[in-house]
């Protein structure tokens, strides 16, 4: 479909929000760089707004921290949002079949099959699991 795109994951978006979290200040750069173009559009799906507002929420416990992140995602502040659709479901349920045991989520192999469906070769994320499956910028 569209190549030069980038994948946003849950971490990277939670780090911003979050001055305690270890990736804190290289998240401040990471989504900086985006919000510049350096890495391309970003796309950023249902699932990573979920995870995102409710991590938020569980880790602070302050509505307005998952609320602000929240409208900076569904207004597309950080790129494109991107809704699952049924056959993207099922094939994120596949690929979960065959790497759960690799401690990726159900919402890390979704971002996988958005970025096949996309034909998508990047992602910021902090998360290791991703190596050697998809490029990680993180």
């Known amino acids: 479909m569209v190549s030069n795109l980038i994948l946003v994951d849950t971490g990277v978006i939670a780090a911003f929000y979050n001055s305690r979290d270890e990736h804190h200040s290289r998240s401040l750069e990471l989504l900086n760089n985006l919000r ?39 207004t597309e502040k950080l790129g494109k949002f991107l809704p699952m659709t049924y056959d993207l479901i099922k094939k994120t349920w596949d690929k979960y079949q065959k790497l759960i045991n690799r401690g990726l989520s159900f919402t890390d192999c979704s971002l996988l099959v958005v970025a096949e469906y996309l034909e998508c070769n990047d992602i910021l994320s902090f998360a290791k699991e991703f190596d050697g499956l998809i490029n990680r910028i993180s």
């Open 36 to 74: 510049q173009g350096k890495y391309g559009p970003g796309i950023l799906t249902d699932y990573v707004f979920n995870e995102t507002v409710t991590l938020l929420y569980i880790r602070s416990k302050k509505a307005d921290v998952a609320l602000q992140a929240g409208e900076v995602i569904i």
